[in-house]
């Protein structure tokens, strides 16, 4: 209900409306675990040479997409193990990491 009228679509169904899956846009995730994704270019990136143990960093050209995210709520995390400690930081890491596989966090802010 909006306005004493009800709806027929959620609002997260309307959000994801206005990325309509059939025409072109930047997006490449969109409302995954409270992150998207937004078309990236080539660059150079460091990266571990592997994923399976301890090895060195290697600079490798590859594309990035940036993810984008939205924390919203207080909660307890590693970052900040007590209820209401933190927003921000922590949902961001946890948010970022939940995109899929491949993601990392680079960089966070917060907001006081």
Request: without cysteine; proline residues 6%; glycine residues 8%.
């Amino acid at each position: 209900i909006i306005d004493v009228v009800e709806k027929t679509h959620t609002l997260f169904q309307m959000v994801k409306a206005t990325l309509p899956k059939d025409k072109p846009n930047n997006s490449i995730i969109a409302f995954h675990d409270n992150s998207s994704s937004i078309r990236g270019y080539q660059v150079q990136a460091l990266t571990p040479s592997r994923l399976d143990t301890a090895g060195k960093m290697e600079v490798l050209s590859k594309v990035l997409h940036p993810i984008l995210t939205a924390e919203t709520h207080n909660f307890p995390s590693a970052v900040a193990p007590f209820p209401g400690a933190e927003t921000g930081t922590g949902g961001r890491l946890r948010d970022v990491m939940a995109t899929g596989r491949g993601a990392y966090a680079v960089a966070g802010s917060l907001r006081r």
